[in-house]
């Protein structure tokens, strides 16, 4: 098995071990998707049309307990109309509603994650989650996150929010370690979308919403069609455009406040903005299609997406920023020579008890400054707040072919995939440049690009026995898969090392330096992988499966991977399930080559600190080694409890990843160290005041819980469902490298997330109406307010502890027999918010801005459709 996961559920003979699974027990975690995609993608020869519910009686309906009852391991099932009945538009919020295991916060300002949110599953980074589409690997993002706030630093995970949430059937989360079957990255498991697939019909509607506040207005407009490709085939196509207002929740920051008072004019209220970014011109594309001969079934279906991204950044205080206004403190102000034809005059920003001075007394020194000298507080005297963001493209293709020879089951397929990120950002200097700034004062400091091609051959058949209740099933396939990584350089004033560069002026774009063309250029690597899938039904009651995976990277060398799982029915009601896995995680190669110049908040000032390969002459003067996989052993035992319309299963985990890749701690440059660096061809040294660089360097454990719940009624005289989803998860650090990341690292990585997260829902059907109610629960978190680094406030530290939390959705409906379809709801019905910030002052977020649950408050929505 690869990473297909859809097989043949009709053949006589050769049935595939995955659907068979779903047909006998969904015995084992590779098993599980051929729920997901047996439907979508793998059917049979000659039924190429067939209903994408036949499978699991399950699937598509919001009614049905969401969790396979006969999985031997655990799986949430979500109806495309379940997922999308909601306020939240974007993939990832939608999980989050859905998947008390998964979280993923707004993300006002963290450079490159403003663009692909990182997301978590069972307390894992996001490259530890696999994404697949209809049971194909899906490449991961060229966003790399450089502030992933302890938990995702470092981080190259997949873009779930290029697909429009019509075009799924249903979304499948496999919540268990897979990487025996699927390759690297799925550790903490496996979340697949499989795509509808019709041959007539359609759909469109208009969705609309706003929060309470006012903004953040949201305009999404959705179509589908289905078409007959021929007697015998399908072609489903679906298209989305989405426009999303950005929000503040802001306040104004102690030092704009006192660059106000002292008379600086054109200061921002507020100076800088905390809220979601802008999204303009979201266009999401999907195509799946179909045909059947009578040997053979041809599969094709891919997606197109792009957005544009504008959000805030940190704003540049004019009586203190280091590298542009003063590089003392604030004590003075920092003054350039532009031609060296006499010194400059040296200008006080304060009084000798560290008072302002008013504005009034430094402008008229400035303008008294000879013609040769240069200040930024001549042009702006207000200080400056960059914007940041960029445009993102992405496309997919899989093309397939698969059916019967003989006894086996055959499927070949080939995909390929690209993400594509160009930075922009705006509102702010190269101050290295002087008064030569580019028009607008906006650069393009480059992009990144990730690209992936895979080759797949399963074979598949079943094997009599007299020994076992069922014929043994078997399954076989060998993959290929190349990915690169692509670092576009900036533009020249976003790269630019200018003439007063040497007198302390920043160099560069700031807040993001564009990337130089000494470190752009494409990175690739290539792998080949073997595997093997047994699946055995010793008795009716017992069931046992495993699967062994070897793999072999031409950048490290091999590693075996292996899984066993088991399934005991007790009765008919009651069933006992476990599995133990090993697994791991290449190495990206953008992880092993990126270089990129940040702004970060430094605890008492803004600060620039280089992101840097483990390679660079700078990162390996700080210690920096060679990249190794990441490794992992993951054991779960369960039990299924079924009885009449009651379903409740209860799973507890622990997951052991050695040799975690995240990025260090900074590291500060020592004067002497920045000089001997640009002496020895390192020029983008010469502003640098700490760096950090990707390495393996601590050990985890994650235990946990999930409890799953379901009942079906005829209560309020129609079909009501209640059901009841929480998880309970625990990160403990075993081990760490002291001289890589902190302590103030190690309690974020254990304490930022909500340890227990769930939620009860009652979903009700009377002929056309429906009502959602949902009680959202989140336990107490932790946050590192702007990434201080010190966990006591006493120590300088910066820390929120933020209390436990219920948040209500709710959603009334009508579906008309003309087709037409009404939604109108409210996520957050009572606009529950953290409490205020008690460091808001220091860079005006009104509230934590890492809150599991948002800080925007309560938004109101309306869905209006018509089905064709």
Same mark, same amino acid.
């Given at each position: ?19 068979? /699974? ?41 009614? @049905? ?157 959705? /179509? ?59 266009? @999401? ?370 997951? @052991? ?99 227990? @997260? ?46 436990? /939390? ?63």
């Amino acid at each position: 098995m690869n990473d297909s996961i859809g097989k043949c559920v009709h053949a006589p003979k050769a049935i595939s071990p995955l659907a068979s /699974a779903v047909h006998v027990a969904l015995a084992t975690t590779l098993l599980f998707s051929s729920s997901v995609a047996t439907a979508q993608d793998s059917t049979p020869p000659g039924t190429a049309d067939a209903a994408t519910l036949e499978t699991v009686s399950v699937l598509g309906s919001r009614t @049905k307990p969401r969790t396979v009852s006969s999985s031997a391991v655990p799986i949430d099932i979500i109806s495309g109309e379940e997922f999308r009945n909601q306020g939240a538009t974007d993939a990832l919020d939608q999980l989050r509603v859905l998947v008390p295991s998964f979280n993923v916060s707004t993300i006002p300002i963290d450079d490159a994650a403003s663009l692909v949110r990182p997301a978590n599953l069972r307390g894992l980074p996001p490259d530890n989650t696999l994404l697949l589409v209809n049971g194909k690997r899906f490449h991961r993002a060229a966003v790399i996150t450089f502030l992933g706030h302890g938990l995702s630093d470092g981080a190259q995970g997949p873009d779930l929010s290029v697909f429009p949430s019509l075009a799924l059937e249903q979304v499948d989360v496999l919540r268990d370690g897979a990487a025996a079957q699927y390759g690297s990255d799925a550790i903490a498991g496996v979340i697949n979308f499989g795509l509808k697939k019709l041959r007539e019909g359609g759909s469109a509607e208009v969705f609309t919403g706003k929060y309470y506040q006012g903004d953040g207005l949201t305009t999404q407009y959705s /179509a589908q069609i289905g078409l007959p490709l021929t007697a015998r085939g399908f072609a489903t196509l679906t298209a989305e455009w989405r426009k999303a207002d950005d929000t503040s929740r802001s306040v104004q920051r102690d030092d704009a406040a006192a660059a106000s008072a002292a008379g600086y004019p054109g200061v921002g209220q507020p100076a800088q903005t905390w809220g979601s970014p802008q999204v303009n011109n979201d266009l @999401k594309v999907v195509a799946n299609l179909g045909l059947s001969t009578d040997s053979v079934d041809l599969y094709l279906f891919g997606n197109y997406a792009k957005r544009k991204v504008d959000g805030g950044f940190y704003y540049r205080d004019p009586t203190a920023r280091s590298g542009v206004y003063s590089n003392d403190g604030g004590d003075t102000l920092l003054v350039g020579n532009l031609s060296g034809a006499g010194a400059c005059p040296g200008i006080a920003l304060r009084d000798g008890g560290g008072n302002l001075l008013p504005y009034s007394s430094v402008s008229a020194a400035v303008a008294a400054l000879p013609s040769n000298c240069f200040t930024f507080l001549s042009t702006l005297p207000g200080g400056f707040t960059p914007r940041f963001g960029g445009s993102l493209e992405d496309a997919s293709v899989v093309a397939g072919a698969k059916g019967l020879w003989g006894d086996w089951y055959w499927d070949v397929s080939g995909s390929w995939g690209r993400n594509d990120i160009d930075f922009v950002i705006y509102n702010t200097v190269n101050a290295s440049l002087g008064p030569a700034q580019p028009q607008g004062l906006s650069f393009r400091p480059g992009g990144n690009t990730q690209t992936e091609k895979n080759l797949n051959v399963d074979v598949s058949r079943d094997i009599a026995t007299t020994f076992t209740a069922q014929p043994l099933r078997l399954a076989l396939g060998a993959e290929w898969r190349e990915e690169s990584f692509t670092i576009s350089p900036g533009d020249g004033p976003s790269t630019a090392i200018g003439p007063l560069t040497e007198q302390g002026f920043a160099l560069g774009s700031n807040g993001f330096n564009g990337f130089s063309t000494r470190t752009a250029g494409t990175f690739d690597r290539r792998n080949w992988a073997a595997y093997a899938d047994l699946e055995a039904q010793l008795t009716e009651r017992l069931l046992l499966a495993g699967a062994l995976r070897y793999e072999d990277y031409d950048s490290f060398g091999s590693t075996t991977t292996g899984k066993f799982t088991a399934r005991f029915d007790v009765n008919e009601a009651f069933a006992l399930r476990g599995a133990y896995n090993t697994g791991f995680r290449a190495p990206t190669p953008g992880q092993a080559n990126i270089s990129q110049i940040s702004t970060v908040f430094g605890g008492t000032a803004l600060e620039d600190i280089a992101t840097l390969p483990p390679t660079n002459a700078i990162a390996q003067l700080k210690g920096a080694r060679p990249l190794t996989p990441e490794e992992s052993r993951n054991v779960s035992l369960g039990a299924v409890w079924t009885r009449g319309d009651w379903l409740v299963t209860l799973d507890g985990y622990q997951i @052991k990843v050695k040799d975690r890749i995240a990025l260090s701690t900074s590291f500060v440059v020592t004067p002497e160290e920045r000089a001997a660096l640009v002496a020895g061809g390192n020029p983008e040294a010469a502003s640098i005041s700490q760096v950090t660089y990707f390495g393996n360097a601590f050990d985890t454990t994650t235990t946990g819980a999930d409890l799953v719940t379901s009942y079906k009624s005829n209560h309020f005289g129609g079909v009501t469902t209640y059901a009841v989803a929480a998880n309970w998860n625990r990160t403990e650090v075993d081990r760490y490298d002291t001289d890589f990341i902190d302590a103030a690292r190690v309690y974020k990585l254990e304490k930022s997330l909500p340890r227990t @997260k769930g939620y009860f829902s009652i979903h009700h059907q009377r002929q056309v109406f429906h009502a959602n109610l949902r009680l959202n629960y989140y336990s107490s978190w932790y946050e590192d307010h702007l990434d201080s680094g010190v966990i006591s406030a006493a120590d300088g530290g910066l820390p929120i502890y933020g209390g436990s /939390a219920m948040l209500v959705d709710a959603e009334v409906g009508w579906a008309l027999a003309s087709g037409m379809y009404i939604n109108l709801g409210a996520q957050n019905l009572f606009d529950r918010v953290p409490s205020k910030n008690p460091w808001s002052g220091v860079a005006g977020a009104e509230y934590p801005v890492h809150s599991p649950y948002g800080f925007n408050g309560g938004f109101y929505y309306a869905r209006v459709g018509w089905k064709f």
